[in-house]
């Protein structure tokens, strides 16, 4: 699946959605950053709405569910509503959210910031591609640039339905995930900084190696991710060059990214600062000059507790193996915790795959997370938290 933000095939989908809409007279709305919201009416329309929803767009050669899973799920949960008459009180809204993956138009849940006003419109539309096309070109070439007005929009709860994208509920044969937060995250890039020089004349004890002496560092980190792990610290390298990048010159930079996660504030500040110590240290010892250049600071995060307790509720009801997890990886719900009472539902993914064609869920998971979805937003849309 390549369905890149903004593209003519985020378009199809996203027509083929509304198309579906309209014909179960559902009501469609599109605001200015190309978010997309479908609303079954409540029977009281002074109550607050209950979202639910997820994107649309994919990553190059990504999977199949990622997003959309839950976009389809909610869309079926609104037409089962009517296929049994249900009448709720609040009305139900379902959003897509313009641009999750953030792959074509850096930064990633660039709709739901927008939303939840953590981002400026302005700033979203002038984003550009790699052609050097802008967001609000492409909106309007696409004909999603929208004019209803959301900025008095203040949903009761929201909830998100997404595959986990990780191995933990596979592994432990459970079907749900109650979402309790997300992870927080820092990213880096690092340099190390020493001589470049002949391989060989220059002894190995005259040398300032930058390459080994990020070897080191990469060895070191390792060894703090499992000191971590147990406690759902994560450290990724992700991308290194080495300087000039020939096999006979011994390198004289070394540069590489770095990006932790933890879900505990003081546990990821003190990682961070170990980060620090570390690579000074080694640059010190290996006789290499150091910069660290913080790019990122996210903190951990929490989703609602009453969110959290109606999704707990329902999933122990309908009977299907579950277990409290926190999210790995960045969705659009965290910034929805912003605006609205948030929490998320994940249901396993095969291998744990994710971003990769071999992603994969069984009927059975989809369905255990479309009636965990269904019950907990049928909840807070009749009577709400009090219940
Ligand atoms: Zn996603």
Known sequence: MTRLALTDLDKQACDLLIDKAKKAKFDVSID?????????????????????GSHADSQPKGGRFDGVYGVLAGLEVMLSLNDNNV?????????????????????AMMGSAVFAKKMKL???????????????????RIGYAGSDDFSQYNPYASLELHIEQGPILEKHNNVIGIVTGSLGQKWYEIEFIGEAS????????MRRDAGFGMARAMLKLHDLGMQECDMGGRITIGEVKLDPGSRNVIPGRAWFTLEIRHPN????EKMDKKIYDLMH???????????????????????DQKCISVVREVT???????????????????????????????????????????EDIT????????????HSIVKLASHGFEI
């Open 122 to 140: 302005e700033n979203a539309l002038s984003c550009q591609d790699n052609n050097g096309v802008t967001v609000k070109e492409e909106l309007e």
């Open 316 to 358: 122990r009801n309908l009977g299907y193996s579950h277990e409290d997890m926190i999210s790995g990886a960045g969705h659009d719900s965290c910034y929805l915790n912003y605006v609205a009472p948030a929490s998320m539902i994940f249901i396993p993914c095969v291998n744990g795959l994710s971003h990769n064609e071999l």
């Open 363 to 374: 009927f059975e998971w989809s369905e255990a997370g479309a009636q965990v979805l269904a």
């Open 281 to 303: 240290h080694i640059g010190k010892t290996n006789k290499l000059d150091v910069l660290i250049n913080k790019i990122l600071s996210i903190s951990p995060l929490n989703f």
């Open 32 to 52: 200015q950053i190309g978010n997309i919201f479908i609303r079954r009416q409540g029977k009281n329309s002074n109550l607050n709405p209950v979202l639910m």
């Open 265 to 268: 504030k003081q546990a990821l």
């Open 198 to 205: 002949h391989a060989g004349t220059t002894p190995m004890n």
């Open 87 to 107: 009448q709720t009180e609040r009305s139900i809204d379902l959003a897509i959210w313009t641009n999750e993956e953030g792959t074509r138009f850096a930064p």
